[in-house]
């Protein structure tokens, strides 16, 4: 039974035992109301503890890819325990924060930061994490997207996954051992088509002898290999249980009511971290199809939009008429303006009525026939909750990069994009240009997450009053909460299970993936039709090619942004996500493809699997031509050798033509579809 039912059921109990008898409870009565309440109240502390630690882990995480972007490798290095360990590529295992602060320095050629016109993009996306059940150790999975060069040198294109274990101490969550797995390293010019790793998996260890050789010994590209994944034995993966006190002593009615306000409040804040996360991704597709109003209606009358290097423009008309600027409201056959928004770190303040956010922009830019762009940048933004709404107040970006598709940061670095605004600003630029031939660092909202967490954890202290009420007021309470905590559970496990699916389907695990279904659950790719019962769903995996990775096969599936929203039942949810796919085939050919998941999810038995799995795809562009000249074609289709159950639920079109694919919400400010 889950820790949600138990305490549901021992509420009621508790409910009863407070005041269901005609004369009243007796003191007895009263002392196990009390004490089932305290016990109550812990089990539901734990899991909202499991929730922030989840948050924290990623934060953490995420700090580290910020700074290895910036060159700041102390920072880095400050983000692990002093007994740690980090094993990058095949560079083997260096121990201790010492050793691993020297690596990094290594790394970044002996100085601290970046060169001028360097660029070393590490964007950290898809986290699974896995709490142990002690509370204080985790074990995560994670994708780290590189983009590597020096302007006039050369450029590389780096990806892999990391399995990374993590740390409490004192309360600080810090990094135990990170390791990341080199799935390639290839020079941008041919890409992974035409050029084996150009580092063979080593990045310092020729000069930096490692402290033991590598745990895992692998080839790299064209060579294939399926890493150690931790949630590989967890079928389907899910939060684990934790271990939940069934007794504790009574606690006063003074001290339960406190710890009420105080878990209540902190429920709030990571409600309101995934209210505003979903804010910002949904800010990111709107931008992707030029709805323009939409997008602008997400910010308060006081809203200021700042492009660092071309000014600021000021109140939702301001932002509209910007972003008018950049192109006409609505769907444009020939455009291509995917708005990949990740890498978020949320901090909500105390009151739970601001925040700020920082995101990693990574931008795919194309008008048929005229120009095509690779594009980075860093959004360092504020929010507000205006009658209970979260809403964007500041949002600035800070341009790191854009470069033509087939030229690349390694030889030219646009001063802007070509669809960068017209418009006139109503507040002149300020500072210095932000783009990575000037080496500029994006400053950071938030503090180190670990070497001055001391002080962050002080700010973050609430101390929230509670007036006196009955036991039966308390249970009401704490059954509210419940539900509260539970609905943030279900998020968390559904963002865990897509994050997942992707990884299985990146790797060609294909029982593992046919394992994340219901058994009437469907799954339906690029118009290929429906397949209908976890069979079936197994059996469509087989048109993308047999179990397992081939060497010279590359089928990298990437997932982002995901936008979730569970349903009042609690049984039924919605997931809207992002896939980038790089693939391809080692001297032959090498693909992008682009696209959104619609997905529908059902809990069965208490465990979220997928019930409807459905790919819209945006393109597919062959590495060598990209999408400035990228013929029109139909999505793949029917396969007749291995037909679906139900032809397409819906036609969508590809690139150069332009296509939205539903939303499963409606806008979360007006309220709009």
Not at 59 to 72: N, P, S, V
Not at 197 to 215: E, I, L, Q, W
Not at 568 to 586: I, Q, V
């Amino acid at each position: 039974m889950s820790a949600r039912i138990i305490v549901g059921v021992a509420l009621g109990a508790t409910l009863c035992l407070a005041g269901c008898g005609g004369g009243g409870p007796s003191e007895a009565e009263r002392q196990a109301a009390q004490r089932a309440l305290s016990a109550q109240l812990t089990q539901l502390e734990q899991r909202q503890t499991r929730l922030a630690d989840i948050h924290a882990i990623r934060k953490l995480q995420r700090a580290w890819g910020y700074y290895l972007d910036e060159g700041q490798w102390d920072e880095a290095a400050d983000l692990f325990a002093g007994d740690a360990t980090l094993e990058f590529g095949l560079d083997g295992v260096y121990r201790g924060q010492d050793r691993i602060r020297e690596y990094l320095h290594a790394m970044g050629n002996g100085r601290n930061g970046l060169a001028p016109g360097q660029l070393n993009e590490h964007i950290q996306t898809m986290p699974v994490i896995t709490m142990d059940a002690d509370g204080l150790t985790a074990r995560g999975t994670w994708r780290d997207i590189l983009l590597q060069g020096q302007l006039g040198k050369g450029a590389q294109w780096g990806e892999g996954p990391s399995e990374n274990s993590y740390v409490k101490e004192n309360g600080v969550w810090k990094i135990r051992s990170l390791h990341w797995f080199q799935t390639l390293h290839v020079p941008f010019e041919g890409g992974w088509a035409k050029h084996a790793d150009d580092n063979g998996g080593h990045f310092v260890s020729a000069s930096m002898k490692p402290d033991a050789p590598t745990t895992v010994e692998y080839k790299t590209w064209p060579s294939a290999f399926t890493p150690p994944f931790h949630f590989r034995g967890l079928q389907p993966p899910r939060l684990l249980p934790i271990a939940l006190p069934t007794d504790a002593a009574a606690l006063s009615e003074g001290q339960l009511h406190d710890r009420i306000a105080k878990l209540s409040a902190e429920v709030d804040r990571i409600a309101s971290l995934d209210a505003i996360e979903n804010l910002q991704r949904i800010y990111g597709y709107y931008i992707d199809k030029s709805q323009w109003q939409q997008a602008a209606a997400l910010f308060t009358a006081d809203a200021e939009l700042t492009v660092q290097g071309l000014g600021t423009w000021r109140g939702p008309e301001g932002v509209l008429r910007y972003l008018l600027s950049t192109g006409p409201e609505g769907l444009q056959e020939g455009r291509l303006y995917d708005h990949m928004l990740l890498q978020p770190i949320v901090n909500v303040a105390d009151d739970d009525q601001s925040a700020r956010g920082r995101w990693h922009l990574f931008a795919q830019l194309a008008q048929f026939g005229k120009f095509h762009e690779w594009g980075t940048g860093i959004y360092e933004n504020e929010y507000a909750r205006e009658n209970g709404v979260w809403k964007i107040r500041r949002l600035h970006l800070y341009p790191t990069m854009n470069t033509p598709y087939d030229k690349g940061w390694g030889k030219t670095s646009l001063a802007r994009s070509q669809f960068d605004a017209a418009a006139k600003p109503d507040v002149a630029p300020e500072g210095p240009s932000s783009r990575y031939d000037q080496a500029f660092i994006t400053p950071y909202h938030y503090a180190h997450p670990v070497r001055d967490a001391g002080a962050s954890q002080q700010s973050a202290m609430q101390t929230a009053e509670a007036s006196a009420s009955s036991p039966a007021d308390a249970g009401a309470q704490l059954a509210a909460l419940n539900q509260r905590i539970g609905a943030l559970e279900d998020r968390a496990q559904i963002d865990t299970l897509q994050r997942v699916y992707g990884y299985y389907l990146a790797t060609l695990l294909w029982d593992e993936l046919a394992g994340l279904f219901a058994e009437d659950g469907t799954i339906e790719i690029a118009m290929r039709g429906v397949y209908v019962g976890r069979p079936a769903v197994r059996r469509n995996l087989n048109l993308y090619g047999q179990a397992g990775l081939d060497d010279g096969v590359l089928h990298n599936h990437m997932q982002f942004q995901p936008v979730i929203h569970i349903e009042a039942d609690g049984k039924t949810a919605h997931l809207r996500s992002r896939a980038m796919s790089m693939l391809g085939n080692y001297q032959r050919a090498g693909q992008w493809m682009g696209g959104v998941y619609e997905n529908t999810f059902e809990k069965i038995d208490g465990v979220w699997m997928f019930k409807h799995d459905r790919v819209m795809n945006s393109y597919f562009a062959p590495y060598d031509l990209g999408w400035k000249d990228l013929a029109q074609r139909d999505p793949p289709g029917i396969t007749d050798s291995n037909p679906p159950d139900l032809p397409p639920s819906s036609p969508f079109v590809m690139y150069p033509k332009n296509f939205l694919p539903p939303y499963h919400y409606a806008n979360p400010v007006t309220g709009q579809r």
